[in-house]
């Protein structure tokens, strides 16, 4: 895939921000590479107007700085995200970086703040009918209320997670059982 997107970004001039983004995509899915890309077309989707690509591209740039132990690039890039997508409307992509926030919230211990964006995020997700990401907020709740004190409604929603996730296949249960067997 990824030959095929910078075969065609060569085709289109580089001038697609959309394509550059999918590029950069296809690099991250590959070999957790595309940083390059991915923010350029952070910057051209902004420009173009197109603030869900831009909010979606942006996770990827959060995931990329996590995964290399960046924790303080990480949260940056975090709050543009959520700077990004707080005035967007209602969608998935919105959805996906609430589930995004609460993720990484849940993990940094901000559980009120974990708590707060997934529950947004699973709310947000339901209406959109996006199980994938109700599972994914599910999986980041379900910890942050365990370490709040709430043993039960935790495990709770990582079994609901993992559940609906078994349900319509989602690799994302994987996560669902780490977290599951951490609590």
């Given at each position: 895939?990824?030959?095929?997107y910078?075969r065609?970004?060569?085709l289109a001039?580089?001038?697609?921000?959309s394509?550059?983004?999918?590029y950069?995509?296809?690099?991250?899915?590959?070999?957790?590479?595309?940083?390059?890309?991915?923010?350029r077309a952070?910057?051209?989707?902004?420009?173009?107007?197109d603030a869900?690509?831009?909010?979606?591209a942006?996770?990827?740039?959060?995931?990329?700085?996590?995964?290399?132990?960046e924790?303080d690039?990480?949260?940056?890039r975090l709050e543009?995200a959520?700077?990004?997508a707080?005035?967007?409307?209602?969608s998935?992509?919105?959805?996906?970086v609430l589930s995004t926030?609460?993720?990484?919230?849940?993990l940094?211990?901000?559980?009120e703040e974990a708590?707060r964006a997934?529950?947004?995020?699973?709310v947000?997700?339901?209406?959109?009918?996006?199980?994938?990401?109700?599972?994914?907020?599910?999986?980041?709740?379900?910890?942050?209320?365990?370490?709040?004190?709430?043993l039960a409604?935790?495990?709770?929603t990582?079994?609901e997670?993992?559940?609906?996730?078994?349900?319509?296949?989602s690799?994302e249960?994987l996560?669902t059982?780490?977290?599951?067997a951490a609590?």
């Amino acid at each position: 895939a990824v030959a095929h997107y910078r075969r065609a970004l060569e085709l289109a001039g580089e001038d697609d921000a959309s394509l550059l983004f999918r590029y950069g995509l296809a690099r991250f899915h590959d070999s957790e590479t595309g940083e390059g890309e991915l923010g350029r077309a952070v910057e051209e989707l902004l420009a173009s107007g197109d603030a869900e690509a831009a909010s979606e591209a942006q996770v990827i740039l959060v995931e990329l700085a996590w995964k290399r132990g960046e924790r303080d690039l990480a949260d940056h890039r975090l709050e543009r995200a959520e700077e990004i997508a707080g005035d967007l409307p209602v969608s998935r992509a919105k959805a996906y970086v609430l589930s995004t926030v609460s993720r990484f919230r849940m993990l940094a211990g901000q559980l009120e703040e974990a708590i707060r964006a997934g529950e947004q995020a699973i709310v947000m997700a339901g209406g959109l009918g996006s199980d994938e990401i109700r599972v994914h907020a599910l999986t980041n709740v379900g910890p942050a209320r365990a370490r709040s004190g709430d043993l039960a409604a935790g495990r709770a929603t990582l079994e609901e997670a993992i559940e609906l996730g078994s349900r319509i296949g989602s690799a994302e249960v994987l996560r669902t059982y780490v977290n599951m067997a951490a609590v």
